[in-house]
């Protein structure tokens, strides 16, 4: 996925056909969640490599994964020195490989890493979806398409959308379908921006991320099988988990200057504390989608489309003036926002930026985002929306 408040990855939206009929999904264990859920702490960091001026394996310019291997060693995956790295559990530098090109085991621009197996990596390019793959030495064995293993053909890697949500993880098929079965279990969030983002763990289970900070932070809600919550996380905004274990999470932490590090921390346990679910996960305040016939739903849908496209016309616009992208709707002077049309930068720097874009009753979300840090295996200056519970998702 990966200052670190670039949150892992998030998108967008498109158009239900029916009523998201309450009746249909009552009893569900989300819609009964208990008054107070467990809180986690987290403490010290267990592990932390990177340093401001420092030998280049420990000096990264922009990590993107951060992922704890089966042998207990952490591989890290630095687009910005396009370079893959393996650390020991205690942070000791073991082997570094990667360049840019064309070649065999070389990358146009290198982005997450995924395991393969006890002994292998599979390392993804950023537009083209393509994973290679590598063993632990990072000799080069094969590259392999995405869509081999997600059996998808718009979002080809681990960031997807699923109605309502921006999810990041679960790469094959089966994965994905365990992940949107748990999904679909769970109430619309109904509140402005109207998406959340969500972290597929190790064993399965989902972290959902509010999209708000308070005092620095924001809060993540752990969700089992069944869709019911069963802990609440506060992370630093500072922090992009980009990987949750059963006992830990990894990822990075910007510190001055935009520095990356590596850390981990283990969960804690606050036994004095406790929260309540978030509201929308209560099914409080929830709004059911559009039940108008599909040409009147169609048009709904173009209308936000063309009103995407104008956005993205306002951000080039925006660029030409001051020479970076921005975050603040408020300040693309060419574009004014739709009525009821809620939209999100979730990225907006001099190498790109990335959207989600929500309408209030229609049970899907689409995204748009171009030039560098997209979301992986995305199509830069595409729109794609998530499938809703009555088809599959589309792009244009």
Known sequence: MPACDRSIARAAFLVALGLLAACGRGGDPARSAGTELQALVLGQPTLEIGTIDGPEPFAFAALETVLRLPNGRVAVSDAGATAIAIFEASGEHVVSWGRSGDGPGEFNNLSRLYPLGQDSLMAAERFSGRLAVFDLDGQFSRVVPGEEFSSDSIFVLDSWLHRRFWVDGALTAEARRDT????????????????????????????????????????????????????????PARFTPTHFRADEVLGVWTGEADVHFVRAYSFGRDAA?????????????????????????????????????????????????HMTYTDDIDSLDAFETPSELWIDFIKGDARGWAGVFVHPRLDRVCGLAYGYGIPAGWTPGAIVCAPGTDGPQTSN
């Open 273 to 321: 504390a406790s929260r309540s679910p978030e509201a929308w996960l209560k099914d409080q305040g929830t709004t059911p989608v559009l039940a108008e016939s599909v040409p009147q739903i169609d048009q709904v849908v173009t209308a936000i489309q063309n009103s995407i496209r104008q956005m993205a016309s306002a951000q080039e616009i925006h660029y030409a003036t």
């Open 180 to 235: 949107r079965t748990v999904l679909d279990r769970l109430p619309l969030p109904d509140e402005a921006p109207g998406y959340r983002s969500v972290s597929v763990g190790d064993d399965g289970t989902l972290w959902i991320m509010e999209p708000d900070q308070v005092d620095g932070a924001h809060l993540w809600t752990r969700v089992d099988s069944n869709g019911a919550p069963t802990a609440v996380l506060s992370i």
